[in-house]
């Protein structure tokens, strides 16, 4: 007789995480469309990290503060939109998820090419839920530049 109460296959258990951090995203979407800051920066972990273009944030409270001055200003009556183009777990309790989407101006129903984004989400389980330890997004139009010469747009 075994003792082994462990219900999950070894090969469920990564699927499962995999869709818990795919849903890390629309956690993300369902928080801008309420413009609520709170459920945005409770994705991350206490210390997380989000680099936006020319921005650095670090910690919970610092995220929280930036998109509640935001979704007062620059981000009002927008919504946010993506989707993974990769996810890999790293160990048992990390992964990183590259992303495509952005932020989608009022009245709009698909991003702008300028305003199309790529972005890194580093993923963390911690106490049995998967958290954002660290985001960073860039233009997705960009081109790395060829030795020598600069950015280009796709």
């Known amino acids: 007789m075994s003792t082994d109460t462990h219900t999950e296959s070894s090969a ?19 928080a801008w469309a309420y413009n609520d800051a709170e459920s945005f920066a409770d994705v991350f972990v206490d210390d ?22 935001s979704f007062a200003g620059q981000y009002k009556g927008t919504q946010v939109t993506g ?8 160990s048992a309790d990390s992964g990183i998820l590259i992303t495509q989407g952005g932020v989608l101006p009022a009245g709009h129903n698909e991003v702008p090419d300028e305003q199309s984004i790529r972005a890194s989400w580093v993923v963390v389980k911690r106490d049995g839920e998967w958290r954002l330890a660290a985001y960073q997004n860039s233009h997705a139009q960009l ?4 030795p020598g010469g600069s950015a280009s747009v796709q």
């Open 143 to 146: 081109k790395l530049p060829a």
């Open 48 to 69: 997380g990290t989000m680099i936006l273009p020319g921005m650095y944030l670090k910690g919970r409270d610092a995220i929280h503060a930036y998109l509640v001055e």
């Open 83 to 90: 989707r993974p183009l990769d996810l890999r777990l790293l």
């Open 12 to 30: 469920a258990a990564p699927e499962a995480d995999m869709a818990a951090i795919v849903a890390l995203t629309q956690k993300v979407v369902a």
